[in-house]
């Protein structure tokens, strides 16, 4: 949960460089994306192997999408750091990487889904508090619900990015602002899980 936040910490940062008005430190937020890119990554990997060995389906296929839809970001930016798109060429690369976090965001999106319709399942074997139960079912929602409204709003920030779009600065700034706001819903989505396991005392 704790790598996660500071996955999302770099999006808001990265995402607020590329803001027209901070274009000298363009470069520091494709790196800050590259941190939180394999951050999203790291987490989902181990979500993938501890779902693996539990047998658990839903968590399994959730895992595999935030897998893939993390490799589909660290592509996406590095297809964006200036030297790439200079050798591909400005069109392409505005292209091939909005359609990349696109894809990327997609994944997130049908992840979030299939964590809110495993929701229930989750927890009908527990036999804790039914409060901190159902304490424990809000947090999940709302850590999903997060992740999900951040995950459009990257959806709708790489649409705006497409080069037939118009992709002058209006847009550009439209779409970084969506951005930036749902990496921040990503790093309550982060926080969330902690309150969780500190407060309701149940893990999923």
Not at 77 to 86: A, L
Not at 139 to 162: E, H, N, P, Q, R
């Amino acid at each position: 949960a704790y790598l996660y936040i500071a996955g999302g910490v770099c999006f808001v940062v990265g995402s607020i460089f590329f803001l027209p008005s901070f274009e000298l430190f363009y470069q520091a937020g494709c790196l800050l994306f590259f941190l939180g890119g394999f951050a999203y990554l790291t987490t989902s990997s181990f979500d993938l192997e501890e779902a693996e060995h539990a047998g658990h389906k839903f968590e399994y296929a959730m895992s595999l999408m935030y897998v893939y839809g993390g490799c589909f970001y660290i592509v996406s930016t590095f297809i964006f750091v200036p030297e790439i798109t200079d050798a591909i060429g400005p069109y392409s690369a505005q292209l091939f990487g909005s359609i990349g976090f696109i894809i990327g965001s997609l994944l997130f999106v049908l992840a979030c889904f299939l964590n809110g319709a495993h929701t229930g399942d989750a927890f009908k074997n527990h036999k804790a508090d039914p409060v901190k139960t159902y304490w424990a079912q809000v947090l999940v929602l709302a850590t999903t619900f997060s992740t999900m409204i951040g995950s459009i709003l990257f959806l709708v920030g790489s649409v705006l990015y497409l080069p037939n779009i118009g992709c002058d600065e209006g847009t550009v700034t439209i779409g970084t602002v969506c951005n930036i706001v749902g990496s921040f819903l990503f790093v309550i989505a982060g926080v969330l899980p902690v309150i969780r396991t500190k407060y309701a005392n149940i893990v999923t």
